[in-house]
Structure formats: C-alpha cells, structure tokens
C-alpha cells in the first residue's frame, strides 16, 4: 500500500526537502508538486491523491483560503513557518500542522497518522495488528497478558509506568514511549506527556479533563486541539 502525496509550496527549497522526506518513506509515492494552489488543481483534477503537503503563505491564494474555498480535497498536512495560523488549520479538519523547519522525525509522525487515518477509512487492518487484541507485560516475577479492552489508561511514574485496567494497577518497568510504540494507534491515544489513554472507554470529555472509569485524565494544553480532532473525528453528532 502506498499513498500518492503532492506538494504545493511556492519555496523550491521547502519542496526539494519534502520530495527527500516523502523517498525515503516506503508507504509515500510522490506523484506531483505545484507552486500554488491554482496549479495544484490541475494534480487533483483526474488524479488519485491520497495526501497533499500544503503550504500557507503564498501567492494569488493562501493554502487557509484553498481549504475553504475546495469542497473536496484529499487528507492535508500542512507544512508553513508560521505557527500561528494552526487553530485555522485544525478547524478546517487538517490531519496534521507541520512548523517549518521540521525534523524527519516528526514528519514521520504526521505521516503515519495518515496512514493510520487511511487504512480506518477504507476498513484495512495495519500489518503489525494481525488481529491481536492483547499484549504481554512483565509484573511481579510473572509475565501478565493485558487485554486491550480491558486497559482503561497509562501512566508514567519516573522509570515505570502504571497500566491503569478495569480490575487492577499494575507497575511495570516500562517508559511510556516504549508501551505507546506497541499499542496500535486506532485505538490508544497519548493525550499528555504522562498519559495514554484508551479512546474506547472514553466517558466525557470537560475542557483539559478526559473522565476514563472513575479517574479524571489531564490533557495537555500543547496537544489539546489535535486530542480533540483524534477522538472526535466523526463521530461527533451536530444538528
């Protein structure tokens, strides 16, 4: 599976730098790149294009104005200098805001988020899934088996985690990088730097506090707006 990308971005410089990222990603195929928006319709019109890198600033239309004036465009992340502009980013459902100048690595996380987004949409299950619903954890001299359904929620304590379930706590010698690195994306999500949280068992959300269970869960206030777009997508019933 590979998803067919275009870059519109007006900086030769901010292109050649995507087209490298977008190589050296197995499941990305470059299949165009456009100057401004107005050339990038000629790429949609006819094309299948799963994912469009777009930038802000530039001339004759904004990459803020093409987003509110095209009534269908494929999955956007955003790629710009200004930070500002994210809030109108997030509230015209892009997937992802990317600062220029920003890392492989964290290009590789607004990517994969796409991938993710894209196998939902057209009901495929992920390779590493393979239909597991459980993982194992070693726990008190024993090796446990935790259920995904059954773990309410993560929390990092200095060099342990806590794996908060709906019948026990349990302390493991685990960072919460390590456990958020296996548990599949669809359904856990880290909502701040100390917690991951299962997007299932989700009760009400109240400003920064997410109710799991009996416990209220912080959501950090640098990841709130993209928390949000991940747990509501669409799912959420407007009149």
Same mark, same amino acid.
């Given at each position: 599976?590979?998803? &067919?990308?275009?870059?519109?971005?007006?900086?030769?410089?901010?292109?050649?730098?995507?087209?490298?990222?977008?190589?050296?990603?197995?499941?990305?195929?470059?299949?165009?790149?456009?100057?401004?928006?107005?050339?990038?319709?000629?790429?949609?019109?006819?094309?299948?294009?799963?994912?469009?890198?777009?930038?802000?600033?530039?001339?004759?239309?904004?990459?803020?104005?093409?987003?509110?004036?095209?009534?269908?465009?494929?999955?956007?992340?955003?790629?710009?200098?200004?930070?500002?502009?994210?809030?109108?980013? /997030?509230?015209?459902?892009?997937?992802?805001?990317?600062?220029?100048? /920003?890392?492989?690595?964290?290009?590789?996380?607004?990517?994969?988020?796409?991938?993710?987004?894209?196998?939902?949409? &057209?009901?495929?299950?992920?390779?590493?899934?393979?239909?597991?619903?459980? /993982?194992?954890?070693?726990?008190?001299?024993?090796?446990?088996?935790?259920?995904?359904?059954?773990?309410?929620?993560?929390?990092?304590?200095?060099?342990?985690?806590?794996?908060?379930?709906?019948?026990?706590?349990?302390?493991?010698?685990?960072?919460?990088?390590?456990?958020?690195?296996?548990?599949?994306?669809?359904? /856990?999500?880290?909502?701040?730097?100390?917690?991951?949280?299962?997007?299932?068992? $989700?009760?009400?959300?109240?400003?920064?506090? $997410?109710?799991?269970?009996?416990?209220?869960?912080?959501?950090?206030?640098?990841?709130?707006?993209?928390?949000?777009?991940?747990?509501?997508?669409?799912?959420?019933?407007?009149?």
């Amino acid at each position: 599976m590979k998803l &067919n990308c275009i870059i519109v971005d007006d900086e030769p410089p901010a292109r050649k730098v995507l087209s490298e990222y977008i190589e050296d990603t197995d499941f990305l195929q470059l299949t165009g790149k456009a100057e401004n928006p107005l050339k990038a319709d000629n790429l949609l019109t006819g094309n299948q294009v799963d994912l469009m890198f777009l930038d802000i600033n530039m001339p004759k239309l904004s990459g803020i104005e093409f987003l509110r004036t095209s009534a269908s465009l494929p999955m956007t992340i955003i790629t710009t200098a200004y930070a500002a502009y994210a809030i109108d980013g /997030f509230n015209l459902n892009v997937l992802d805001y990317l600062v220029k100048p /920003f890392s492989f690595e964290r290009f590789l996380k607004a990517v994969n988020k796409a991938k993710e987004q894209y196998l939902l949409k &057209n009901q495929l299950t992920p390779p590493a899934a393979s239909g597991d619903n459980y /993982f194992f954890v070693k726990y008190d001299g024993k090796i446990e088996k935790i259920l995904y359904d059954e773990l309410l929620y993560v929390e990092a304590m200095l060099n342990y985690v806590l794996l908060h379930t709906e019948s026990r706590k349990l302390i493991v010698y685990l960072t919460i990088k390590s456990i958020l690195d296996q548990l599949p994306a669809n359904l /856990f999500l880290k909502v701040h730097k100390s917690y991951i949280i299962n997007i299932g068992k $989700i009760k009400s959300i109240d400003k920064n506090e $997410i109710m799991i269970g009996n416990a209220s869960v912080p959501v950090s206030q640098a990841l709130y707006e993209t928390v949000l777009k991940d747990i509501l997508k669409d799912k959420m019933i407007k009149r």
